[in-house]
């Protein structure tokens, strides 16, 4: 059993940069692969980001956001700059025990409660 809980979201302006934190329970953090997904209101969740051997982004944050982990602090990470109102959603990070099907939300084993970010114009 795995749980996460994020932190690190709040209100920011057009341009800005937060960084969120996903803190694990559990001895075998370091072999999950660790997602980013976030859903903006009447919207579906979707990716963005995720760390496993390597790493992959949505091509709406490529350029803009990174992620990156601790595991010997059992945490990952997703630094974003260049905010835009666009990216106004509830960020939730997702753990995966198997390093297949890694942009798809359904495949995710466990999942935090979510995290607001709001970017204004």
């Known amino acids: 059993q795995v749980q996460l809980v994020e932190s690190g979201g709040g209100l920011v302006q057009a341009g800005g940069s937060l960084r969120l934190s996903c803190a694990a329970s559990g001895r075998t953090f370091s072999s999950y692969a660790m997602g980013w997904f976030r859903q903006a209101p009447g919207k579906e969740r979707e990716f963005v980001a995720v760390?496993?051997?390597?790493?992959y982004y949505a091509d709406s944050v490529k350029g803009r956001f990174t992620i990156s982990r601790d595991n010997a602090k059992n945490t990952v990470y997703l630094e974003m700059t260049s905010l835009k109102p666009e990216d106004t959603a509830v960020y939730y990070c997702?753990?995966?025990?198997?390093?297949?099907?890694?942009?798809?939300?359904?495949?995710?084993?466990?999942w935090g409660q979510g995290t607001q970010v709001t970017v204004s114009s």
């Open positions: 997702a753990a995966k025990a198997y390093y297949t099907d890694l942009l798809n939300k359904r495949r995710y084993d466990y």
């Open positions: 760390i496993s051997s390597t790493t």
